[in-house]
């Protein structure tokens, strides 16, 4: 018994020093290596953790992005590069934790990457607590026009998209997928100004978690495509002055609640 109670202030010591640690992801552009590597750090201990909080807007600057930020709202961060002759868009959104509800002590992080203007990459990003799994690291490789995935629900650990062969990947059944793309976002949406547009933004509804495109200053005859999976909505003041055709047809809209709000259902 003595021993047991030897042992006590020691245990309780233990204890109560917790994990003290604190989560970032760092947006790294390698253009010397033609790369780009996105990963999720952790930073461990009183010094460095206090640190990095105190300092967070600061480490922004860096591309090191603070996804513990208890006092923070949602961020919203898009990167954009120039290499080899590719333009590379990466979003960020960032929702810390909230300390409410199923899943409120961890953040959710969810990324897309759009190479030449196709999205190639769909998914959450860090510890993603619906399904249990981890995705810690992503690269891409312009030259190559290549994606690895880092995710430990996979055999081989690393899932790899060939962009140059139509591949996108796609965060579906709690794992990364790969997919043609004509296959996983079936619908090609054309988007056409009958004059100047100030800002548009179209979000697929049809993936998960959810692709939101914004355009800014269209000229007059100015078109978009790209590809879409399911129901799209529209937010624009003007829409009136917009076209849309899906797959070569017109779509029928359905006005919602809110000032140039729209829904398109795909059907005529």
Same mark, same amino acid.
């Given at each position: ?7 006590? *202030? ?20 390698? *253009? ?8 999720? $750090?952790?930073?461990? #201990?009183?010094? #460095? =953790?206090?640190?990095?909080?105190? @300092? ?16 923070? #709202? ?32 961890? *953040? ?11 999205? %190639?990459? @769909? ?5 993603y607590h619906q399904s249990g799994s981890t995705i810690p690291k992503i690269v891409i490789h312009p030259q190559e026009q290549m994606l690895e995935v880092f995710c430990d629900k996979t055999e081989e650990s690393v899932f790899f998209g060939f962009i140059e062969h139509g591949d996108i990947l796609l965060f579906t059944d709690g ?23 100030? $800002? ?8 998960? *978690?959810? =692709? ?9 005859? $100015? ?10 909505? %529209? ?11 899906? @797959?070569? $047809?017109?779509?029928?809209? =359905?006005?919602?609640? #809110? ?10």
């Amino acid at each position: 018994m003595k021993r047991y109670l030897t042992l006590l *202030p020691f245990l309780a010591c233990h204890f109560l020093s917790g994990d003290y640690f604190t989560e970032f992801i760092k947006y790294d552009a390698q *253009p010397e290596f033609s790369r780009i590597v996105i990963t999720n $750090e952790t930073i461990r #201990g009183h010094r #460095g =953790v206090d640190h990095f909080s105190d @300092n967070s807007k600061k480490y922004e600057k860096d591309n090191m992005f603070h996804t513990r930020d208890y006092e923070g #709202g949602p961020k919203h961060i898009e990167k954009v590069e120039s290499m080899d002759g590719h333009e590379v868009k990466c979003t960020l959104t960032i929702y810390p934790p909230s300390g409410q509800g199923y899943g409120g002590a961890v *953040p959710w992080n969810f990324i897309q990457v759009y190479f030449d203007g196709e999205l %190639v990459l @769909n998914s959450p990003f860090g510890y993603y607590h619906q399904s249990g799994s981890t995705i810690p690291k992503i690269v891409i490789h312009p030259q190559e026009q290549m994606l690895e995935v880092f995710c430990d629900k996979t055999e081989e650990s690393v899932f790899f998209g060939f962009i140059e062969h139509g591949d996108i990947l796609l965060f579906t059944d709690g794992i990364i997928r790969r997919d043609k793309r004509e296959h996983a976002l079936p619908f090609s949406l054309n988007l056409t100004c009958q004059k100047q547009i100030d $800002e548009i933004t179209v979000i697929d509804e049809g993936t998960y *978690p959810i =692709v939101e495109r914004k355009f800014k200053k269209l000229e007059k005859g $100015e078109k978009r495509s790209f590809r879409v999976a399911g129901p799209f909505r %529209v937010f624009c003041e003007d829409l009136l002055n917009l076209k849309f055709e899906v @797959n070569g $047809e017109e779509v029928a809209r =359905v006005k919602e609640e #809110g000032e140039g709000n729209y829904r398109f259902d795909l059907v005529k």
